[in-house]
């Protein structure tokens, strides 16, 4: 994709708008393509971790009762509990020695917050994604309007940490 649209007289022109949304919208087409075999996999992934194994149907084995043993899912979930044992230690400094303070308040900040959303679910439940489809998403944001006591006093904002669905992604394949 080219870069930004040209400019007239410091005005977006029309027709460079309407190339501009034509590059996006083509650049979406070809990532949404790319994605779809993934996808495809991705979905077979979580399917076969709920146990849903069952092959295609066979003519003439439609009615056929298929039982499987899922061990799959004990394997997946014993080796998550081994890779998501440790919690997350936040590690901050600060730039100069100005910074020191603001540093030692955000980094209580930050682990009052993993401490208190209940973080570990969330990276348990990415990690399993990730074993089961390939892809574990964890979205971050910052809500500046919110206020959280450390033992450096108030701290302005709040971190909030939230588990994506990876299926609802399409990876840029630029």
Known sequence: MAGAPKESG???????????????????DVGYSASQRWRREARRGFNYYE?????????GYEDVLFITLNLVKARLDTKLGILTDAKPRPELVGRGAEDTEVAAAYKDLLQYSLEEDKVDSRILDAVGDMMKCGLGVLEEEFNPDMKQLTKHGWAPGKIELSVGDPLSYVVDPA
């Open 10 to 28: 410091g005005k977006l022109t029309a027709a460079a708008s309407e190339d501009w949304v034509r590059a996006v919208r083509n650049r979406w």
């Open 51 to 59: 146990n849903s194994q069952r092959p295609p149907a066979v003519d």
